[in-house]
């Protein structure tokens, strides 16, 4: 790493020093987004689907959109439902 950069590898030396997760998280988005511009304008595809359909060797996940996520919530949610009123039904018979 450069010595320009925020996180050296001299500040990891020192365990008793705690970064903030947010400083971690907002370090991480800077160094992907670099990388994600540059291999996107050379390869015409995002650095984040490369690693997850091109090799899937290092089971890279995609996330999932809030819409999809709530649907298999309900689904899940639905098949529950259906099973307990399904047992309902056998006991009461």
Not at 11 to 24: E, G, L, M, R, V
Not at 70 to 85: D, F, L, P
Request: with cysteine; net charge positive; charged share 30%.
């Amino acid at each position: 790493m450069s010595p320009s950069c925020p996180l050296s590898a001299s500040k990891f030396a020192n365990p008793a020093k705690d970064y903030k997760t947010t400083y971690i998280k907002t370090v991480t988005k800077e160094v992907y987004d670099k990388i994600n511009k540059r291999f996107e304008s050379e390869y015409g595809i995002s650095f984040d689907q490369a690693l997850h359909f091109k090799t899937p060797g290092i089971n890279v996940q995609l996330k999932e959109n809030r819409m999809v996520k709530k649907a298999e919530a309900r689904k899940t949610a639905r098949k529950y439902r259906q099973k307990i009123q399904d047992e309902w039904q056998i006991s009461q018979m």
